[in-house]
């Protein structure tokens, strides 16, 4: 499997070791090298910047979660609750 393929399997720190090693490979490798490196950056980078949005909604969407439950508490001690 052509390492394009299995980016989305990689972990974040093995997508961050492959993104370093690809810089450094397009900056200062052989000529086969720097073009296998400027093509799979563009991808390494993709996935990693939806990851962080991923990541960045599912934060998102634990503090509304959790500010939900903090008014229904609230309103339950209260005496409120009218469920």
Same mark, same amino acid.
């Not at 394009?4 to 093995?14: A, I």
């Given at each position: 499997?052509?390492?394009?393929?299995? $980016? &989305?399997?990689?972990?974040?720190?093995?997508? =961050?070791?492959? @993104?370093?090693? %690809?810089?450094?490979?397009a !900056?200062?490798?052989?000529?086969?090298?720097r073009?296998?490196?400027?093509e799979? $950056? &563009?991808?390494?980078?993709?996935v990693?910047? =939806?990851?962080? @949005?991923?990541? %960045?909604?599912?934060?998102? !969407?634990?503090?509304?979660?959790?500010?939900?439950?903090?008014?229904v508490?609230?309103?339950?001690?209260?005496?409120?609750?009218?469920?």
């Amino acid at each position: 499997m052509a390492i394009d393929q299995r $980016l &989305p399997d990689l972990s974040d720190g093995e997508l =961050e070791s492959l @993104h370093a090693n %690809a810089v450094r490979l397009a !900056q200062s490798g052989a000529p086969q090298q720097r073009r296998q490196a400027e093509e799979l $950056l &563009p991808l390494i980078g993709a996935v990693i910047e =939806e990851r962080r @949005h991923v990541r %960045a909604a599912e934060a998102l !969407q634990a503090r509304r979660s959790a500010t939900q439950r903090s008014a229904v508490a609230k309103r339950a001690k209260d005496g409120l609750d009218l469920d």
